[in-house]
């Protein structure tokens, strides 16, 4: 599995576009990206996931690079409950997640 | 659908003793893994079932353990308790575990060891 690395902390005002970086230089051309969020002690909540293109839900878009080295977690308008640890993970056929320290987003009113 | 549920939701227990937990992933999901997450090493990964057999498993003592039953609802048992083991435990379930496959996460088990 691809490592990734994240900032460590974050802010974003509510209501504003919260972009979330994520470097997975290594990655393989069979690894897909993953993110996923907790709040804290809950379980990580599925966001989305993407392999080349770019993706969008109704939670969040995904956006990759071309070189897929780096990959940006957009929440378009970020909401007080939208304060967590996210988690960016690379995973290959057959592995397991491997989650990292994520990066910590407050959303501040 | 119904989530992945994990029970129970809090567990006290003391140091020797041992500690069965149990899963129910979301209908028609067949693979289940187990993570520990402490404040110290965060999130890890303890091993993954797949029909009934284990497919994967993370490096961790043999006091854990874990089993699947052919309905897919997944057990983990902790023998010998140790205050390190003090964690929450968290269930996931996918369709069959693969690369594109999304994984789900219950609410955890809230294991106290004294």
Not at chain 1, 4 to 9: D, F, I, M
Not at chain 2, 25 to 40: D, E, K, L, M, N
Request: proline share 5%; aromatic share 10%; glycine share 10%.
């Amino acid at each position: 599995d691809a490592k990734t690395t994240q900032p460590t902390s974050m802010d974003c005002a509510e209501g504003r576009a919260a972009n979330l970086p994520c470097n997975h230089s290594t990655i393989s051309g069979n690894e897909y990206v993953y993110w996923y969020r907790q709040i804290h002690s809950q379980g990580p909540q599925y966001i989305i996931h993407g392999l080349k293109n770019n993706e969008t839900n109704e939670m969040a878009s995904l956006i990759i690079t071309e070189d897929r080295k780096s990959s940006t977690l957009i929440l378009p308008h970020a909401t007080l409950r939208d304060t967590a640890v996210y988690y960016c993970i690379g995973r290959n056929y057959g592995q397991n997640f491997v989650f990292g320290p994520g990066t910590r987003l407050s959303v501040l009113p | 659908k119904a989530g992945v549920t994990q029970t129970p939701r809090y567990l006290i227990k003391t140091r020797g003793q041992q500690v069965t937990l149990s899963c129910s992933p979301i209908s028609g999901h067949r693979s289940v893994s187990w993570y520990q997450q402490t404040p110290g090493q965060g999130l890890q990964f303890l091993f993954e079932y797949f029909s009934e057999t284990q497919r994967n498993k993370g490096n961790f003592p043999g006091r854990f353990s874990g089993r699947q039953f052919s309905n897919s609802r997944s057990e983990m048992n902790v023998s010998t308790l140790e205050l390190g083991d003090s964690a929450l435990y968290l269930c996931a379930s996918s369709f069959r575990g693969g690369s594109g496959d999304t994984q789900y996460f219950g609410p955890g088990t809230r294991l106290t060891v004294l």
